[in-house]
């Protein structure tokens, strides 16, 4: 079993800044890869962005040279610049193993116009 806990949403004016974290408990040794997805109302969940144990990075092409993801032991960052309005979303956390694909709680992340 692995345990996610994220931080860091919030509001934000367009062109401003965010930082999430997600720490990870429980058995870490099994994870291969975190990362973060997002879900506005009425849309499906969407993959913004993750990182391999290896430290390997993908990103969802409407992110891409804007947002960053970095890891650090158990916690994955997502740091999130030039916000815009059509980033406004639930951003869950994720971790995958060999199984299973385990889920944080989600935290919302306005942006203002």
């Known amino acids: 079993q692995v345990q996610l806990v994220e931080s860091g949403g919030g509001l934000v004016q367009a062109g401003g800044s965010l930082r999430l974290s997600c720490a990870a408990s429980?058995?870490?040794?099994?994870?291969?890869?975190m990362g973060w997805y997002r879900q506005a109302p009425g849309k499906q969940r969407e993959l913004v962005a993750t990182?391999?144990?290896?430290?390997r990075p993908n990103y969802a092409d409407s992110v891409k040279g804007r947002f960053a993801i970095s890891k650090d032991k158990n916690t994955v960052y997502l740091q999130m610049n030039s916000l815009k309005p059509e980033d406004t979303s639930v951003y869950y956390c994720?971790?995958?193993?060999?199984?299973?694909?385990?889920w944080g709680q989600g935290t919302q992340v306005t942006v203002s116009s």
């Open positions: 990182i391999t144990s290896g430290g």
């Open positions: 429980g058995s870490i040794f099994s994870i291969n890869s």
């Open positions: 994720n971790a995958a193993t060999m199984r299973w694909a385990y």
